[in-house]
């Protein structure tokens, strides 16, 4: 068995050391490459029209929030009426922003038991 002297043994860390170097080099270069194509400004645009695409075809959660609010106000519309009581205004605030949570919840409960 041949033994290691300390500067052969000190050249293959080098040699290592190296090819890591070499390795997070062309890694770094690649990131480089990929945020360069990032920023430019037609995939910043591209992006933003593929981002409004998708909210807007989501169309069941806008129409749900829809319902939602116009429950909200017709309750408190229906409950309160027209009433000059600030007392009476107060609650019918607080009801008209409870409604469309708890309408929310039901839309998010049955839709988590159709999936």
């Given at each position: 068995m041949k033994r290691i002297s300390q500067t052969e043994l000190l050249d293959l860390k080098i040699l290592e050391l190296k090819k890591q170097q070499n390795l997070e080099l062309l890694d770094l270069k690649q990131q480089i490459i990929y945020t360069k194509e990032s920023i430019k400004p037609s995939?910043?645009?591209?992006?933003g029209f593929t981002e409004v695409y998708h909210s807007v075809t989501n169309k069941n959660n806008l129409m749900a929030n829809a319902v939602a609010i116009l429950g909200g106000y017709f309750t408190r519309k229906a409950i309160l009426g027209n009433s000059d009581s600030f007392i009476k205004k107060i609650a019918g605030s607080i009801i008209q922003f409870a409604i469309?949570?708890?309408i929310?919840?039901?839309?998010?409960k049955t839709d988590e038991k159709n999936i």
């Amino acid at each position: 068995m041949k033994r290691i002297s300390q500067t052969e043994l000190l050249d293959l860390k080098i040699l290592e050391l190296k090819k890591q170097q070499n390795l997070e080099l062309l890694d770094l270069k690649q990131q480089i490459i990929y945020t360069k194509e990032s920023i430019k400004p037609s995939n910043l645009i591209k992006e933003g029209f593929t981002e409004v695409y998708h909210s807007v075809t989501n169309k069941n959660n806008l129409m749900a929030n829809a319902v939602a609010i116009l429950g909200g106000y017709f309750t408190r519309k229906a409950i309160l009426g027209n009433s000059d009581s600030f007392i009476k205004k107060i609650a019918g605030s607080i009801i008209q922003f409870a409604i469309p949570n708890l309408i929310n919840n039901l839309n998010t409960k049955t839709d988590e038991k159709n999936i």
